[in-house]
């Protein structure tokens, strides 16, 4: 194992956005038994720090790879198109009317029935969005067209975050 691998070769998969949940989950759990500081308790305070490390580094992989809008934006960085998400803000003129109309429909929405209504239709555009990015990065290899997905995606999840406080209220 190497310290400056990408996540990908850090877990011996291929670089891609269609990934197996499961193996990046057991990938995990035998890095963190290879690398565990614990481990390495009797071969001093270097080498402990040493461990350290890679269990971090082992970590922030983890987390890129199981999220699949982490791992989309990461895959766009890797291929030299970042996100660019605070300071790159321009999104389609129909994904604003959409981002708009849900932001309505959550200022009107009076009872958790409404909200659950609307988190359904959100959840759906996320899913469609998942599938658009799989294509672009998959299949046609379009790293300027997964930027914007992924950037739409963030939006969504904000959103999403939006409607679950929302249904907190009703509870």
Known sequence: MNLQDDDFALFGLTRGFSQDRAAIDARWKNLQKEAHPDKFASHGIAAQRVALQWSVRINEAYERLKDPLKRAAYLCEL??????????TAMPPAFLM????????????NTAGDVE??????????RQLLRECEAALDERVDFQAAVSTVRALMFIDKFALDLHQRLDQFE
């Open 79 to 88: 291929a030299g198109h970042p996100i660019q998400a605070h300071s790159n």
């Open 98 to 109: 959409q981002q708009m109309e849900w932001r309505e429909a959550l200022d009107d929405a």
């Open 117 to 126: 209504s609307l988190l359904d239709e959100v959840q759906s555009a996320r």
